[in-house]
C-alpha cells in the first residue's frame, strides 16, 4: 500500500531534537508539597521524600526533570555493523532481544508471587496469583465495534478490521494499572482493553510465535497519551521499584527515581490531574505505542497509534473545543477534579461510577487513529513520545458501543477474570510494533500462564471467549 503523505515526509532529513519527548511530562519546578504528596502514595517517608527531592535540586534543577529521547531515534538493527537514524516507518530490531524480553517475562512471574503475599486473604480472597499488570479490574462489559464507511476517511485507515463497514462483537475491561489490588484513589494509570471477536485471517507473529489466540483482536490503552517507560525493561524495572516490602516501604523507588528522572513528572500528572477519575466510562484513553496499519509501498509496516474519545453525541457527559466538562449527568459522573477522600466508600468507587453510567445509559467511545508522520515528532521506539494531534491528526474509524447492563454480576465478573488481553492477539495488519510491544507480547503472556498455574482458585483458567457465546451474538 502507497501513502502519498508518509513519502513526502520520508525524504525529509532527520535533526535530532533538543526537546523532551513529550511537553506534557517535563517540568523544572516541582513543589515540595506536591513531591511528598507524589511519592508519599508509593509507601515513602516525607523525610526520605524529601531527602530525594534535595537530591534532585542539587543534581541538576532543569535539566534533571528533561528525558532526551533521541537515542531512541536510531538503532543498530540486527545483522548491521553500525547504528544508523531509523527512518520512516522503521522500528528498531536489535539483535538477541527475544532473550531479553524472556528474561522479562521470567521477572513479572516473580514479581506476580511477591504482589501475590500481599492479597493473601483467606476470609475474602484466598492466595491468587493476579495479573502482573492491571490486575484490579472494574467491570466487563459486552458490546461492539462499529467501522464507519471507509469511503470516509484516508486509505492508510482502510486496514484490517477497519477493511470494511462492519461490526465487530467486543468484551471491554475497565482497569487500574498497579500488579496489586489497590484502593481506586491510589497514584497508578487506569486502563481500557477492547477484544474484538470472530476475527480471521493470517496471525500477528512474535518472533516467529503465534501461538496466542485465533480469532481475536485486542487494542489496549490507559488514560495517557505515551508509555509509563520510555523501553520495556526501565518499566518492569520500575514496577520492580514499587514493590513493597514489610512495614509498607518501599523497596527501591528512590534509587528507580534517582536514576530515571523522567518517572516523577509522570507520576505527578496521574497524581495530581488523573487520579481521581470522573468515571472510567467517560475519559480518554491512548495506545501509548503504536500498531500496524498494513504496509507501506517498501514493504514496511505502517505505524500508527490509537485513542479514544467519549463520543461527541453522548447524553451523560459533553465536552468543549478544550476538551473541558461543560455539562453532565450528575447521577454519573463523578465531580471532576473532586478532592479525593481515602476512605472505604471511595476504595471501590471506580466500578461504583461505572456501574451507575452501564446502569442508566449506553456507554459509547469514538475510535481514532494516527500515522507516523515524522521519525522524532511521532517515534516508533521511544514510549515517552506522545503523538501531539497537530503532528498527527486523528481520524475516526470506528464507534464503539456497550448497551445499558448489569456487568456487576457473578458469571460477567468471572469472564472478566477469564479474558486474556495481549496486543499480539492480532492479525498481521495490525502488527504491534516497538520494543515495548514486542516485550508486552511475551510479558502478558507468561503473566497469564503463570497465574493459570498457580492458585488459580478465584475462577477457572483463562479462556479464549467464543463468539457464539456473546451476549449479543445473533442481533448484529
Known sequence: MWFAVASSLASCAHEPSNNPPSRQISSANVSDEDFVKVIGD???????????KRQYDADNTKEGWKFHHDKYLKCKQAGSTEEKPLALHEQCDRAGEKGIFLNLGERIQKLQDKNKSLHADPKTNGKYTFRGFHAKAHGCLYGSMNVTDPDTRPEWTR?????????????????????LIQEDYKTQ?????????????????IFGNTKLEKTTQDFIMTNKPFATAPDPESFIEF???TAYGTGGKLLHLGSFALKHRWIVPILLDLKLKKSWIPNMGAINYWSGVPIALGKDKDGKLFPAKFLVKPCANT????????????????????EFGKE??????????????LKKLAAKYDICFDLYFQEQTDVDKTSVEDGLNEWKEEDSKPYKVAQIIMPKQDFDTPD??????????????????????????????????????HREGHDWTHTTATVEPRLEDHPLYGAH
Not at 42 to 52: D, I, R, Y
Not at 159 to 179: A, I, P, Q
Not at 342 to 348: E, L, P
Not at 416 to 433: G, K, Q, S, Y
Request: aromatic share 12%.
Open 42 to 52: 508509593f509507601g515513602v517517608s516525607q523525610e526520605e521524600a524529601l531527602t530525594l
Open 159 to 179: 486496514v484490517g478490521v477497519f477493511k470494511e463497514k462492519r461490526n465487530w462483537l467486543t468484551w471491554t475491561r475497565y482497569s487500574n494499572g498497579s500488579g
Open 189 to 205: 494509570p487506569r486502563g481500557m482493553a477492547v477484544k474484538l471477536l470472530g476475527v480471521e485471517g493470517e496471525r500477528a507473529s
Open 239 to 241: 514496577a520492580e521499584s
Open 315 to 334: 447524553s451523560y457527559i459533553k465536552y468543549d473545543y478544550e476538551g473541558n466538562v461543560t455539562d453532565k449527568d450528575s447521577e454519573v459522573i463523578a
Open 340 to 353: 479525593e477522600k481515602k476512605d472505604a466508600a471511595n476504595k471501590d468507587y471506580g466500578r461504583r461510577w
Open 412 to 449: 460477567q465478573n468471572s469472564q472478566c477474570e477469564r479474558l486474556r488481553f495481549n496486543p499480539w492477539n492480532a492479525i498481521v495488519d495490525h502488527t504491534p510494533m516497538s520494543d515495548t510491544n514486542q516485550a508486552r507480547g511475551i510479558v502478558y503472556f507468561s503473566s497469564a500462564r
